[in-house]
Every structure is written in C-alpha cells, then in structure tokens.
C-alpha cells in the first residue's frame, strides 16, 4: 500500500473552531498543486499554536473544507520567546530572507525599524509599510514549512524615535561592532524566558541612538571580530539565543519567567 501523501496547511484562526473546516480557494489551489484530494490527510494550522490532522472532502475552485480528525500537540515552539529589532537594509529583498530564516529560527515578533542611517526607497515609508505585507506572507509560509504553529507576529515599520520600549522583554541587546563584551560572554551562565536583539542597519547605529537604547537599559554586545552584514547578524545572534538559552542546545536550561 502506498504512503498517503500529507501537506501542511495554513488556515484562517476561526476555521480550526469547528469540526469542519472551511478552506479557502488559495489553500485550495496549493493542495491542488501538490496534487492532493478528497480523501487525503493534511495538517492545518492557525498560527497562534492549534494544529489538526484532518481529511480532505470536496475540493473546489472556490475553496473546499476538510474534516478535522484529531487535535495535535505543539512540539516546535521554542520556550525562548526572542523580539527582533531589525533596521531595515537599503536592499529590501534582503528584509525578506531575514524574515523567513528567523521564523524558521523561531523568532516570536519582529519590528522593523528605520533609523537614522536607513536609506529610504523612492516613494518613502509608505512603500516600506507596504512591503510589510509581503513579509507578513513570507513568515507565514516560513513557518508552515518549518513546521511551526505559530507565525510570528511582523509589526507595521516604525521609526527608531518611536519605538514601544516598554513593550520589549529584557534583557534587551543591542548588537554593536565597536561594543567592549561580545554576546557569548553576556549569555554565559545567565538565562532568560524572553530577550530582545536589536539588529542596526548598515552605516551601523548613530551615537545617538546607542545612548537611546543604553538609557533604555540595552546592553551593546559585538557578535566577534568580524563585520556582518545586516542580514547575517540576525540569523547569526538568534542561533546563538537559541543555542544558549532556547531549543538549540543539547540540554536547552529551564527558561526564567519572561515577557
């Protein structure tokens, strides 16, 4: 007998309340294209931690619906509930591969920034908030083939000025190349149930913002000796939470009680 074959499947918060789960004509059309049909068993998710295995019904253009067969138990989730702060690159097709690689990372909330050394595309900030959308599609999809069930939440760009600090867990650090303590040695023999990183731009952060953050209680640390780029930093400094204190490591600690 052949392996059923199986998918996994993003769906809207609402549709995992009842038995029978609507599907919408998009969801659809990705099962059509991996060649599923009524009958087959797929994995749905909602994104905010509810999975199912249910069994496919009819399949239309305009959407179909599946029956749900048993509730599944979260294992991906890290404990490590990590906030990105990212300056957002001058190359924005780069936001898009920090966004995916940290969802797949199991980063919780991401808020891009722009700071005083952004470069802004033409048509300014709107086109930003715009393209803020297409991230929020992308860690969706991201978290779907990493197998999460949850997508983290991506926030509306805002500028550093107007950053919510009281809403950042501690610690809170600010990677920085001219810092005095690199990350490691801050992370070692300490733990936490939440962290906020802070990832600068290119030109790297102004005076003034750094005295912002460490008025804020950031810590400045350095990833090491060498200059990353702006998308490598973050995935960088979240393998290195989530190896110290998430789920990376052999034997993650027990998390501290967190934001």
């Known amino acids: ?75 991906t989730e890290s404990a490590l509930r990590i906030v990105l702060v990212q300056a957002i690159p001058v190359k924005l097709p780069r936001m898009d591969a920090i966004v995916r690689q940290v969802t ?13 050394h952004s470069q802004l595309p033409g048509g300014g900030i709107a086109v930003i908030e715009r393209r803020a959308s297409r991230w929020r599609r992308i860690a969706t999809a991201a978290a779907s083939q990493s197998g999460r069930s949850t997508v983290p939440r991506v926030e509306s760009p805002v500028r550093w000025g107007d950053l919510d600090w009281d809403a ?24 936490a149930g939440a962290v906020t990183v802070a990832v600068g731009p290119e030109g790297g952060w102004s005076d003034a913002e750094q005295r912002q953050a460490v008025r804020r209680q950031a810590a400045p640390v350095a990833l090491g000796p060498r200059i990353l780029r702006a998308d490598s930093a973050a995935v960088v400094a979240i393998s290195v939470l989530q190896y110290e204190w998430g789920d990376l490591a052999a034997s993650p600690p027990t998390p501290a009680t967190g934001c």
């Open 1 to 75: 007998m052949a392996e059923q074959r199986q998918g996994r499947f993003h769906v809207d918060p609402d549709a995992l309340r009842c038995n029978e789960i609507a599907l919408s004509a998009q969801t659809v059309h990705h099962m059509r294209v991996m060649r599923l049909r009524a009958g087959d068993r797929v994995r749905l998710f909602d994104g905010s931690g509810r999975e199912v295995e249910a069994e496919l019904g009819e399949l239309a253009d305009e959407g179909g619906h599946a029956i749900a067969l048993r509730r599944l138990e979260p294992t």
């Open 104 to 116: 797949e990372l199991g980063v919780h909330r991401v808020v891009p920034v722009i700071t005083e």
């Open 168 to 191: 950042m867990p501690r610690p809170m650090l600010l990677l920085c190349a001219s810092a005095d303590q690199a990350l490691h040695q801050v992370l070692r023999g300490a733990s």
